[in-house]
């Protein structure tokens, strides 16, 4: 009876140790996961935050390069012509002087909005993608256009500087390269999504010829990507260019 009693309580220790044991392993490798995750969880913040700080530069550097521009091509000829007209100025042309020194100041409290470093560091998406449109055609740059359709909801502000920085690449290449006459922007926001599709009517291009770096199709998926966004770009000869974005809030 004593051995009986003996084995019972040996086979429960072994029992009791088993099941300690493995609730220690367990235990063990569920720590470790969870480590991981956090690891993991913390380098995609680490690399998010530094996307967005990138990106804010480069639409800094972008904005700079644009006012150095207009300063040069649109500001500078209207204060060249103000100064003209004031040489030979008469009764019958101070109208016309007026009118120079009008469109000449609103030309620059425009840029003023873009020289504000907060405009960069607290940009909100259509308001930016808006004076983007406006200084096109503004500048006569190209004929640009702006459709919002749906009810608006408000992007995330730091994934509506990544949208903004890619659509601003499309722009530039647009402007630069394209040929364009025409490009026409459409938001539209339907339940949780968000579709943004940019086009031109520029020359073209046949996408599978054309190196992905020298398109920047590369960095701009790789940059949606970090907003759980898809992006996708459609182009062939004489038919223009059209930039499709899916942004889900």
């Given at each position: 009876m004593q051995q009986e009693g003996r084995e019972i309580l040996i086979i429960t220790t072994l029992i009791i140790v088993v099941i300690v044991v493995f609730l220690i392993i367990l235990f063990t490798v569920f720590q470790r996961r969870k480590n991981k995750l956090l690891q993991e969880r913390n380098s995609i913040k680490?690399?998010?935050?530094?996307?967005?700080?990138?990106?804010?530069i480069e639409i800094r550097e972008e904005t700079l390069r644009n006012i150095s521009?207009?300063?040069?091509?649109?500001?500078?000829?209207?204060?060249?012509?103000?100064?003209?007209?004031?040489?030979?100025?008469?009764?019958?042309n101070m109208g016309e002087i007026t009118e120079t020194i009008t469109k000449s100041l609103t030309e620059i409290r425009a840029l003023s909005k873009s020289i504000n470093p907060e405009f960069i560091n607290n940009?909100?998406?259509i308001d930016a993608l808006q004076l983007e449109i406006e200084r096109f055609n503004r500048l006569n740059y190209i004929n640009a256009r702006l459709t919002i359709l749906g009810e608006t909801k408000e992007v995330n502000q730091k994934h509506g500087i990544i949208i903004f920085r890619v659509l601003q690449e499309f722009f530039s290449?647009?402007?630069?390269?394209?040929?364009?006459?025409?490009?026409?922007?459409?938001?539209?926001?339907?339940n949780n999504v968000l579709d943004i599709v940019a086009k031109d009517n520029g020359v073209g291009f046949e996408v599978e010829k054309v190196t992905l770096k020298g398109?920047?199709?590369?960095?701009?998926?790789?940059?949606?990507?970090?907003?759980?966004?898809?992006?996708?770009?459609?182009s062939e000869p004489k038919k223009g260019t059209t930039l499709t974005i899916n942004y889900y809030f």
């Amino acid at each position: 009876m004593q051995q009986e009693g003996r084995e019972i309580l040996i086979i429960t220790t072994l029992i009791i140790v088993v099941i300690v044991v493995f609730l220690i392993i367990l235990f063990t490798v569920f720590q470790r996961r969870k480590n991981k995750l956090l690891q993991e969880r913390n380098s995609i913040k680490k690399q998010f935050e530094r996307e967005i700080a990138e990106t804010q530069i480069e639409i800094r550097e972008e904005t700079l390069r644009n006012i150095s521009w207009e300063l040069h091509d649109n500001i500078g000829q209207l204060l060249t012509l103000a100064k003209i007209q004031l040489q030979h100025a008469s009764p019958d042309n101070m109208g016309e002087i007026t009118e120079t020194i009008t469109k000449s100041l609103t030309e620059i409290r425009a840029l003023s909005k873009s020289i504000n470093p907060e405009f960069i560091n607290n940009i909100k998406f259509i308001d930016a993608l808006q004076l983007e449109i406006e200084r096109f055609n503004r500048l006569n740059y190209i004929n640009a256009r702006l459709t919002i359709l749906g009810e608006t909801k408000e992007v995330n502000q730091k994934h509506g500087i990544i949208i903004f920085r890619v659509l601003q690449e499309f722009f530039s290449n647009t402007i630069k390269h394209s040929k364009a006459t025409n490009l026409d922007v459409v938001l539209e926001y339907r339940n949780n999504v968000l579709d943004i599709v940019a086009k031109d009517n520029g020359v073209g291009f046949e996408v599978e010829k054309v190196t992905l770096k020298g398109i920047g199709l590369q960095n701009i998926k790789a940059r949606i990507k970090l907003i759980k966004a898809k992006a996708t770009l459609k182009s062939e000869p004489k038919k223009g260019t059209t930039l499709t974005i899916n942004y889900y809030f």
